[in-house]
């Protein structure tokens, strides 16, 4: 359970990029990607927030941006009220340095096999950020907390797995040298980015499971990103936490777990439900709840809600005005939506339907 102190504050962050494919001619101006549009987002001390979307979503760059891998093109985040980007511009004059902040927000990466050098035992690795961030541990200390950690994590003996190189390593014990790695920061926060999509199943619940003992011990909070609804569901019920969907760059609902799923006001997350067996959705419709397959090109995204393309329920008016971000009368005040089927919008409900929808 999150306290009220934002560790990780998230305002108005948009990320652009120029797409790849001008030609040979230099002057020709690229294309541009809205990967993140607009987003807002408050993550505090032992809190959990898992992200959903479809690829192409923006969920991986907007968990990049937050952790401070990837500068935004407008807004701000801050780390306990610093802008992160401002600190790393002028470090010496930042109320927190840059090099503690980024101690602070540490990365789990989907294959963390690519993150291990092949040629450094599990123990070598593991020291590397230890001698950099905490140069006064002597070298018996330094590796007597490594294989504290490891022990902790599962593997056991620990001596075995430190000698280790990362081709004797299984997936499963991969990720959790991971975990360690970004334990042994002592982090605020943690971005899991579809940390357990390469495992098999019952590997993943495992995972999460002992990813949510540990955050519980060490006060950490986890920015958890993922493509499948029953892992994000999974993690953010489990620790109280809360559920973010992401549809074309923007954050369409935010809230506790258990109300998005069992009271889901935007119809994207509605989709996302629907194409979720392990939901148990029984008595829902027996045709996906959209109009539309495929997913816009996010570098011409449609006008207005940004779903109205796809969207059972969309009027003109979705069509031609952005919906704001608005809380749900469910009396917690913490599940925020934008869509206008969630308002009393005169302008929503008295706009004619698209071809296909239906009010």
Same mark, same amino acid.
């Given at each position: 359970?999150?306290? +009220? ?5 998230? *305002?108005?962050?948009?990320? /652009? $990029?120029?797409?790849?494919? %001008?030609?040979?001619? =230099? ?108 140069? +006064? ?5 330094? *590796?007597?907390?490594?294989? /504290? $950690?490891?022990?902790?994590? %599962?593997?056991?003996? =620990? ?201």
């Amino acid at each position: 359970m999150s306290t +009220d102190h934002p560790v990780l504050s998230l *305002e108005d962050v948009d990320v /652009h $990029f120029e797409k790849d494919g %001008g030609g040979l001619n =230099p002057f020709t101006d690229r294309p541009t990607v809205r990967a993140v549009d607009g987003v807002d987002l408050d993550i505090s001390s032992n809190d959990v927030v898992a992200i959903v979307g479809e690829s192409g979503s923006g969920k991986t760059t907007l968990g990049k941006t937050a952790v401070g891998l990837q500068q935004p093109s407008a807004g701000t985040i801050k780390y306990r009220g610093q802008d992160i980007w401002q600190a790393k511009k002028w470090n010496s004059n930042a109320s927190i340095p840059f090099d503690e902040i980024r101690r602070s927000l540490q990365i789990i990466h989907q294959d963390p096999g690519a993150a291990l050098n092949p040629n450094r035992t599990v123990l070598s690795s593991l020291a590397a950020p230890l001698k950099r961030w905490q140069p +006064d541990l002597s070298s018996e200390d330094r *590796e007597a907390r490594i294989l /504290h $950690f490891i022990e902790r994590v %599962g593997m056991s003996p =620990p001596h075995d797995y430190a000698h280790r190189y990362p081709h004797q390593l299984s997936g499963g014990e991969k990720q959790r040298v991971a975990l360690v790695r970004a334990l042994l920061m002592n982090p605020d926060v943690i971005l899991a980015d579809e940390a357990v999509s390469a495992l098999d199943v019952s590997l993943r619940v495992e995972m999460m499971d002992l990813m949510l003992e540990l955050q519980s011990q060490f006060d950490t909070s986890f920015l958890f990103i993922s493509h499948d609804l029953s892992n994000a569901r999974y993690i953010a019920e489990h620790a109280d936490g809360r559920l973010g969907v992401m549809y074309l760059g923007e954050l369409v609902e935010l809230g506790p777990a258990d109300e998005v799923l069992q009271n889901p006001q935007h119809p994207y997350t509605k989709v996302l439900k629907w194409a979720t067996p392990e939901l148990g959705v029984d008595e829902g419709p027996t045709e996906p709840p959209i109009r539309e397959i495929d997913i816009p090109d996010p570098v011409n995204p449609p006008t207005g809600c940004r779903f109205h393309t796809r969207c059972p329920n969309a009027t003109d008016q979705c069509r031609r005005a952005t919906p704001e971000v608005t809380a749900v009368d469910d009396g917690t005040g913490r599940h925020r939506v934008a869509c206008y089927r969630s308002t009393d919008e005169d302008a929503y409900w008295d706009s004619d339907p698209l071809d296909g929808a239906e009010l």
